[in-house]
């Protein structure tokens, strides 16, 4: 149980344009979504948090108008990174919080998009 | 200062060997604080969760936490090979509200060798 899904696992654009990543909580309800940023060799760094109907929460330094988070069910939350460049470029993690979390803090992970920028 | 520190390794071993892996962290508000393994190119997995300070222990693996010291530490006994993975640590503060971000450590790069 507890299996998160993203959609794509890697991507590669051109500057420029624009790219959608998908995270889905497959067999259980979440009432809050992470998105990370992984570089290599670095710890995650997390972008924003978001709840099913409600506007995301940006940290410090996160830019939202670039990316873009839509958590529309309590199974599903998109990122799309908009006008994307190669310092854009990057592991992107999504988590999610059980609906029933069996503590505070429980999230789980789903397996990351690579992303690419040309 | 980071508020959490951990050495990235990378750290090798014999098959057998007992491991230590260890996070330091600045912020005395962490209440919070977990283990996550990751294998390459794969998001975190959920190793051990402890709250406070103390000790947990799940099969081979030993959690501890010492708040005073601002110190947190995974052993893992009897290593094995498919335990070759990035080590995690991540922590958080218990602030109310669904305040439930957690702050991570770069994570150590672990090989058990057969």
């Known amino acids: 149980g507890a299996v998160v899904s993203q959609h794509p696992s890697w991507v590669i654009c051109k500057s420029g344009t624009s790219v959608k990543i998908e995270c889905r909580s497959l067999?259980?309800?979440?009432?809050?979504m992470f998105w990370y940023r992984q570089f290599p060799k670095q710890s995650l760094m997390l972008m924003a948090t978001?709840?099913?109907?409600?506007?995301?929460?940006?940290e410090q330094g996160v830019e939202k108008d670039k990316f873009l988070i839509n958590h529309a069910s309590l199974t599903l939350s998109t990122l799309t990174v908009t006008s994307a460049h190669p310092e854009d470029s990057s592991f992107y993690i999504c988590?999610?919080?059980?609906?029933?979390?069996?503590?505070?803090?429980?999230?789980?992970f789903g397996p990351g998009t690579r992303l690419t920028v040309t | 200062q980071k508020e959490v520190e951990q050495d990235p390794g990378p750290l090798s071993v014999p098959e057998g060997a007992i491991v230590s892996l260890n996070c330091t962290y600045s912020?005395?508000?962490?209440?919070?604080f977990m283990w996550y393994r990751q294998y390459s190119r794969k998001g975190p997995e959920l190793l051990m969760y402890?709250?406070?300070?103390g000790n947990k222990e799940d099969g081979r693996f030993t959690a501890q936490v010492d708040k005073s010291s601002k110190y947190i530490s995974l052993f893992i006994r009897d290593s094995q090979p498919s335990d070759s993975a990035t080590y995690l640590c991540a922590m958080s503060a218990n602030s109310g509200g669904s305040n439930y971000k957690l702050t991570f450590g770069k994570g150590t790069l672990l090989t058990v060798n057969p």
């Open positions: 978001s709840n099913e109907g409600s506007k995301a929460t940006y």
């Open positions: 988590s999610a919080q059980p609906l029933l979390a069996g503590f505070s803090y429980e999230q789980y």
């Open positions: 912020n005395s508000a962490f209440q919070y």
């Open positions: 067999d259980f309800q979440a009432t809050t």
């Open positions: 402890t709250y406070s300070s």
